[in-house]
């Protein structure tokens, strides 16, 4: 039978894995396709050394595979948002289908992309754009079809899940495990986009769409990254019972659906809060199936490229059998995608974590509870540490039961504005995770 023939766009640390994993599952990969997969073109800037590429066609012009007649299907692995997008386009013009990992364009400009490619009649495929190796794009798209889906809860980057871990199980330095993620080839070109939070913002957005059959809407998620988590905090969490984990929250309630990515404090018995190191795992609660949880690598080379190659199969089974389109990209018809509104981020509901330095007076405490319950807010539970040899201060760590943002930012100004309150309030969602 003739082969597919495939143009993959990048050779970095994805690329490379995908051109390899290709050539070692061949045979395996041809058996689930019905059809054997070539690699028939590859465009880079510089090859990679871990690549044996044979008498594959190297172009150092990418644009040469999008235009080039013998591919088939083409894999966009250079990230970015402007020439990859170019790319992809020309790709589709050009009427190839297309794979990507790239979340940040699918989340910004995934709308125009699908939209373009519905013109062409070809398909736009990007599961390894959430959660690396775990197959959560068509789990949701597919597996969980019949459910009405509530909420969903993820650690969707691992970087961040990566340092967070080191640092709280081995008291490790922010920048020496980030030196190391870069190092192992998870951390983005620009790491900003792992530790304020942007990589997950996107990913969560993807996931939002797929899940409540909405547009993507980048331009509507509450971002905070990790960049403020302290080995304090993450101590307090733990002689709390909790983990400090950073989650992107997707859930749809009466008003609209809330979109917001930022550390939280998990119970430590929720199997969340013990996804650790690169692992990624995203908890999805349908009405029907109940919970469900996804979990494994959620970066690397060979991961990654698990999840190119899935898509890689699916459109070559297509194009072998010519059930072109079988599921739309965002899973629902496009005429039923419906534009949700969004809860603004003052009005989400959570349980906090907060922790403050207050000076040990009398007096101070009793303040503090009365301005908390000015705002409605209801105090779960309040530690009071010992102070430190020689200190007139001590730390004190309030936990809330459910408020909205709006009332504790309010609270937190006025307690900031106390004379006995020394610095900065920490705060820190608190999330159950129980429905
Ligand atoms: N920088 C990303 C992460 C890579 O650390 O999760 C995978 O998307």
Same mark, same amino acid.
Request: with cysteine; proline share 4%; hydrophobic share 45%.
């Given at each position: ?67 080039? *007649?013998?591919?088939?299907?083409? =894999?966009?692995?250079? @990230?970015? $948002?402007? #020439? ?6 020309? +790709? ?122 909405? *547009?993507?809407?980048?331009?509507? =998620?509450?971002?905070? @990254?990790? $960049?403020? #988590? ?6 307090? +969490? ?198």
């Amino acid at each position: 039978m003739k082969p597919v023939k495939i143009g993959i766009c990048g050779l970095g640390t994805v690329g490379g894995g995908t051109f390899n994993v290709l050539a070692k599952n061949a045979a395996i990969v041809a058996a689930r396709a019905q059809v054997p997969l070539q690699v028939v073109h590859v465009g880079a800037r510089r090859n990679n050394p871990a690549c044996e590429m044979g008498d594959t066609r190297v172009s150092r012009d990418i644009f040469e595979v999008a235009r080039d *007649p013998e591919v088939q299907i083409l =894999v966009e692995l250079i @990230g970015g $948002t402007t #020439v990859a997008r170019e790319l992809i386009e020309e +790709a589709i013009r050009n009427r190839k289908h297309v794979v990507t990992a790239n979340k940040a364009l699918i989340a910004e400009f995934g709308n125009e992309i699908f939209a373009l490619a519905d013109d062409y009649n070809v398909t736009v495929r990007y599961e390894a754009a959430v959660a690396g190796g775990i197959p959560i794009i068509k789990a949701l798209r597919e597996g969980l079809a019949g459910n009405r889906i509530e909420w969903l809860a993820g650690i969707i980057n691992g970087t961040g899940n990566f340092i967070l871990s080191e640092m709280r199980d081995k008291s490790r330095e922010f920048a020496d495990v980030l030196a190391e993620a870069q190092s192992l080839g998870y951390a983005e070109a620009d790491p900003t986009f792992d530790v304020e939070g942007i990589d997950a913002a996107h990913k969560l957005v993807i996931l939002a769409a797929l899940a409540f059959g909405m *547009p993507l809407r980048f331009d509507a =998620v509450y971002t905070e @990254g990790i $960049t403020r #988590v302290t080995p304090q905090d993450l101590g307090y +969490a733990q002689e709390l019972g909790y983990r400090i984990k950073h989650l992107g929250v997707a859930r749809q309630n009466g008003e609209g659906v809330e979109l917001r990515v930022h550390p939280t404090l998990i119970p430590e018995q929720r199997l969340l809060a013990n996804v650790n190191g690169v692992m990624n795992a995203v908890l999805v609660e349908g009405d029907a199936v109940g919970p469900t949880l996804y979990y494994g690598a959620g970066a690397g080379a060979q991961p990654t490229a698990s999840a190119v190659i899935a898509d890689l199969v699916d459109l070559a089974r297509d194009l072998s059998v010519g059930q072109t389109c079988r599921v739309p990209a965002l899973g629902f018809a496009r005429d039923s995608l419906r534009d949700l509104p969004i809860v603004p981020i003052e009005k989400v509901e959570t349980a906090w974590y907060l922790r403050m330095e207050a000076q040990d007076k009398p007096g101070v405490m009793s303040r503090v509870t009365s301005i908390f319950s000015e705002q409605g807010i209801s105090i779960e539970g309040l530690i009071q540490k010992a102070p430190a040899a020689a200190q007139t201060c001590v730390a004190v760590i309030v936990l809330t039961n459910k408020a909205a943002q709006g009332n504790v930012d309010k609270a937190v100004r006025a307690i900031e504005a106390l004379d006995t309150i020394n610095g900065d309030i920490t705060r820190i969602r608190v999330e159950a995770l129980d429905g």
